[in-house]
């Protein structure tokens, strides 16, 4: 059952899973800023333990702040349950070895976030879980793929950094038939564009820093998924491993999916004219982006996705000294990590956010050593796009 109030997203984001204020009435619900709580007598504190009671125990096992967080991105993510982390990586690292054991197999995309594929390729392959690394979008490859002891199919869509994009239609009808867990990471996209419970995938992941936060001064992760999972989860790798999220990083991504509708809307409109703009330039080789007719997932917008999210890849004309040029010349876009903040990020893939691959394995998985990748802001759209083609011109001068 899921626990969504309203029929329409926007209106969850606000009130969903709301945990208010018994004591006083505050509109904002307060920080419980606790690690304990206070049992009234030995007997309660027993109960608790024994799950015989309802209340809250210890921080690291549950907080109010917190479980506000998880019934709301429940119900945005159309699931019945969900767990709140430290980090994304602690939602992506709990999620996958409360699923997997030694002896398991996994079928995971080739291009992933580079800490995740990190951590299935370096850690899990010590753990003594195998894994297969697949081209996502190739569903002979994934069912070429699948083993006895193949448990579940991790991926991300669109994938971080290069946009290419999977279907869930395709991914969900193989996990079906071979009865195979789908753990999707849905952080491009926000429960705003993409809802992957709608095609049944199992378990949605998000890194919580990016969109669903949006101010890029937390780091926080969560898992969306059926009350089984989540609990199983909860009482497994997030009890035990301890990634837990502290009250005040849930507080403040309960109060920036207040506004994660319209920012994520803002975001597509900017990134939509950037893409555009970049594709339509003499300066710029190649442009990796949904939304553009000849992107091979133009069909996925609008349908599986509602719009194309506000993540670009590109390759620039010239060489690779050109590229980090063009990024230095940059005098309003951050050269920085991270995506889904008001300001635009832009950095280099190969060198930053995927330096976990090996040069081959980027290669391998479709990560080209020139891509740069744009997370573009909320900034009035013109700023941006002069920003770029200022830094674009500054190359021209200098070949010239
Ligand atoms: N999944 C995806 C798709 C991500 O992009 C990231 C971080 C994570 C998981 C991990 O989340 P974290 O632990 O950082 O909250 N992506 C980053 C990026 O592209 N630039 O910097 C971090």
């Known amino acids: 059952m899921s626990n969504k109030l309203f029929k329409h997203l926007e209106t969850n984001a606000i009130h969903a899973g709301r945990v208010g204020d018994p004591s006083f009435g505050s509109l904002a619900t307060p920080i419980h800023q606790t690690s304990t709580f206070v049992f009234d007598n030995v007997q309660q504190g027993a109960n608790r333990f024994a799950g015989e009671e309802a209340g809250f125990i210890y921080s690291r096992l549950g907080n109010p702040t917190v479980m506000e ?158 009350v089984k999972q989540i609990e199983n989860i909860k009482m497994t790798t ?74 670009i890849a590109f390759e620039i004309e010239g060489s690779f000294d050109d590229a980090v040029r063009f990024m230095n010349n940059l005098k309003m876009c951050h050269i920085a990590v991270s995506l889904g903040d008001a300001e635009t990020l832009i950095q280099h893939p190969a060198s930053m956010t995927h330096s976990p691959y090996t040069e081959e394995e980027r290669a391998a998985a479709g990560i080209s050593e020139t891509l740069i990748r744009i997370s573009v802001g909320l900034e009035h759209v013109e700023d941006i796009i002069e920003d770029i083609e200022q830094a674009l011109q500054v190359l021209r001068v200098k070949a010239a």
């Not at 990083?249 to 803002?266: F, H, P, Q, Y």
Request: aromatic letters at 6%; one cysteine or more; glycine letters at 8%.
């Open 69 to 226: 967080l998880e019934q709301r991105m429940a119900a945005l993510e159309n699931t019945e349950a969900a767990a709140a982390f430290a980090s994304g990586m602690g939602a992506v690292s709990a999620t996958l070895l409360a699923n997997l054991k030694k002896g398991d197999h996994l079928i995971a995309s080739a291009a992933l976030y580079g800490c995740s594929f990190a951590l299935i390729n370096h850690k899990f392959a010590e753990l003594g879980i195998e894994a297969s690394f697949v081209d996502i979008t190739d569903a002979t490859a994934i069912e070429a793929a699948i083993k006895e002891n193949t448990q579940l199919i991790f991926f991300e869509t669109p994938i971080n950094p290069n946009l290419v994009c999977a279907d869930l239609n395709e991914i969900s009808r193989i996990a079906k038939r071979h009865e195979l867990l789908t753990v999707i990471d849905n952080t491009f996209m926000s429960p705003v564009l993409q809802q992957p419970s709608d095609y049944g995938v199992d378990l949605i992941i998000h890194s919580a820093t990016k969109y669903l936060n949006g101010h890029g001064d937390v780091v926080a992760g969560i898992c969306c998924g059926s």
């Open 238 to 311: 997030l009890k035990d491993m301890g990634a837990v999220m502290s009250p005040n990083d849930a507080w403040l991504i309960s109060r920036g999916l207040k506004t994660l509708s319209v920012r994520v809307e803002r975001h597509c409109d900017n990134a939509e004219k950037v893409a555009d703009y970049l594709d339509a330039h003499a300066g710029i080789k190649s442009v990796y982006y949904p939304g553009l007719k000849h992107h091979p997932a133009n069909h996925l917008v609008g349908t599986q996705m509602k719009r194309a999210g506000g993540v």
